[in-house]
């Protein structure tokens, strides 16, 4: 798939589980459990799905998933599966190296977005991605160097604060343009800083909405996750963008969906619904 002058890829991370209560928040299970079968710790299988984008100058990748550096006991808890797919792997599907990528566009600095950042070598933590400059909101890297007792095991400093210390992290200030197609749209409900990507021609637009709309399963409003600092904030989010997308057709690109990569989203009186699945790019 083209935008602009860009050409969008896929690219893999792995997949990891999390709670499916905490996913869906206030939704009983009886709602959700088809939609998502939960194993038998109630945990639910989810993506993390980034997307690379190639202009023949830059190769710019959008959040970087789990990453390598964790212990057995975490990856026990989240059954963490990289066997098949994993930053590295799936580059070299497409025969590229971390070395390669050119930008690392972070949508916010929870572990499963910014894992795959830093890497271990010599008793310290380096960026994984050696020639890459790396963005991500000023907002969101102050919330996560200090964030509250509440949501401090989402953010991981082992995974952002090295790329500080090699001065290779630029920070956005809200709703900025990166480019003529990238656009930077600022939501805090879930978290604070959060920056969604609208990627947009004159005839196509994708939004990577990250932990928005985590999955296709999670575009009606009140579906929103039990992690969300704000939920009434993501509420109003929702009701905002929501109708920016059926209107103008946006393409919404699934960070964490298992199955679905991409779904146009329609409204009916009953509210906002997945209109057409897509499993891949087109
Ligand atoms: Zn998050």
């Given at each position: 798939?083209?935008i602009?002058?860009?050409?969008l890829?896929?690219?893999?991370?792995g997949?990891?589980r999390?709670?499916?209560?905490?996913?869906?928040?206030?939704?009983?299970?009886?709602?959700?459990?088809?939609s998502n079968?939960?194993?038998?710790?109630?945990?639910?299988?989810?993506?993390?799905?980034?997307?690379?984008?190639?202009?023949?100058?830059?190769?710019?990748?959008?959040?970087?998933g789990?990453?390598?550096?964790?212990?057995?006991k975490?990856k026990?808890?989240y059954?963490?599966?990289?066997?098949?797919?994993?930053i590295?792997?799936?580059?070299?599907?497409?025969?590229?190296k971390?070395?390669?990528i050119?930008?690392?566009?972070?949508?916010?600095?929870?572990?499963d977005?910014?894992?795959?950042?830093?890497?271990?070598?010599?008793?310290?933590?380096?960026?994984t991605?050696?020639?890459?400059?790396?963005?991500?909101?000023?907002?969101?890297?102050?919330?996560?160097?200090?964030?509250s007792?509440?949501?401090?095991g989402?953010?991981?400093?082992?995974?952002?604060?090295?790329?500080?210390?090699e001065?290779?992290?630029?920070?956005?200030?809200g709703?900025?343009?990166?480019?003529?197609?990238?656009?930077?749209?600022?939501v805090n409900?879930?978290?604070?800083g959060?920056?969604?990507?609208?990627?947009?021609?004159?005839?196509?637009?994708?939004?990577?909405?990250?932990?928005?709309?985590p999955?296709?399963?999670?575009?009606?409003?009140?579906?929103?996750?039990?992690?969300?600092?704000q939920?009434?904030?993501?509420v109003?989010?929702?009701?905002?963008?929501?109708p920016?997308?059926v209107e103008?057709?946006?393409k919404?690109?699934?960070?964490h969906?298992?199955?679905?990569?991409?779904?146009t989203?329609?409204?009916t009186?009953k509210?906002?619904?997945?209109?057409e699945?897509?499993s891949?790019l087109?």
């Amino acid at each position: 798939m083209n935008i602009g002058k860009y050409k969008l890829t896929v690219v893999n991370t792995g997949y990891f589980r999390l709670d499916g209560g905490a996913m869906f928040g206030i939704i009983p299970k009886a709602l959700w459990k088809n939609s998502n079968p939960p194993d038998e710790q109630n945990r639910i299988k989810l993506a993390t799905r980034n997307l690379l984008l190639e202009n023949g100058k830059r190769k710019i990748l959008v959040d970087t998933g789990m990453g390598i550096k964790w212990g057995d006991k975490s990856k026990y808890i989240y059954e963490i599966d990289q066997e098949k797919f994993s930053i590295e792997k799936s580059l070299g599907r497409i025969n590229l190296k971390p070395d390669d990528i050119t930008d690392v566009i972070l949508t916010h600095l929870h572990f499963d977005h910014t894992g795959g950042s830093t890497k271990p070598e010599n008793d310290k933590l380096i960026p994984t991605f050696t020639n890459a400059t790396y963005y991500v909101q000023k907002e969101n890297y102050d919330w996560g160097v200090n964030p509250s007792d509440r949501d401090r095991g989402s953010y991981i400093k082992d995974n952002f604060v090295p790329l500080m210390e090699e001065g290779v992290l630029n920070f956005i200030n809200g709703e900025e343009m990166f480019d003529d197609e990238i656009q930077f749209l600022v939501v805090n409900g879930h978290t604070f800083g959060q920056q969604l990507l609208k990627i947009s021609d004159s005839s196509n637009t994708i939004l990577y909405c990250c932990d928005l709309l985590p999955t296709t399963s999670h575009i009606p409003v009140p579906y929103i996750m039990g992690y969300d600092l704000q939920p009434l904030k993501t509420v109003a989010e929702k009701k905002k963008i929501l109708p920016r997308a059926v209107e103008e057709n946006w393409k919404v690109f699934f960070e964490h969906d298992p199955e679905t990569v991409l779904a146009t989203v329609s409204q009916t009186e009953k509210g906002f619904k997945v209109n057409e699945k897509f499993s891949s790019l087109l």
